[in-house]
């Protein structure tokens, strides 16, 4: 699914999104002539590699996300915010599902097998 920036507005606009197992759906709201925040949850699962043993495990997803688009180049100065610029004035939710995943899986994750196996190697 994509939206094209100018279609944002004051007024939270419903999206979703569906990659493989995952289910994305939240609001967009227009925050600044050039700025929007979108708030939304992604629930389904992914299938991970164990850090440890790299098995892969059906990992179950109910992440809240929030962060910011920007249309072009972000030229605020607020470094706390979480900002995603995007191409052509479109929002492509499926990409920003994707990157979202691949941010999630590159967190550090172990199945349960390994459960407490770091902890015995570490100390
Ligand atoms: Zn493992």
């Known amino acids: 699914m994509k939206i094209a920036f100018k279609k944002l507005g004051s007024q939270p606009l419903h999206?979703?999104?569906?990659?493989?197992?995952?289910?994305?759906?939240?609001?967009?709201i227009l925050k600044k002539s050039n700025l929007a925040q979108l708030n939304g949850t992604i629930t389904g699962s992914i299938s991970i590699?164990?850090?440890?043993?790299?098995?892969?495990?059906?990992?179950?997803?109910?992440?809240e996300i929030t962060f910011y688009l920007s249309d072009g180049i972000f030229e605020g100065n607020d470094d706390e915010l979480d900002v995603v610029e995007i191409d052509n004035s479109m929002v492509d939710l499926d990409e920003l599902l994707k990157s979202e995943i691949e941010l999630i899986k590159s967190d550090y994750f172990c199945c349960k097998n390994c459960e407490g196996t770091s902890l015995d190697r570490e100390f």
């Open 49 to 63: 590699p164990c850090d440890l043993c790299a098995e892969e495990v059906e990992r179950s997803l109910n992440e």
């Open 15 to 28: 999206f979703e999104a569906n990659s493989d197992n995952t289910f994305f759906s939240g609001d967009i």
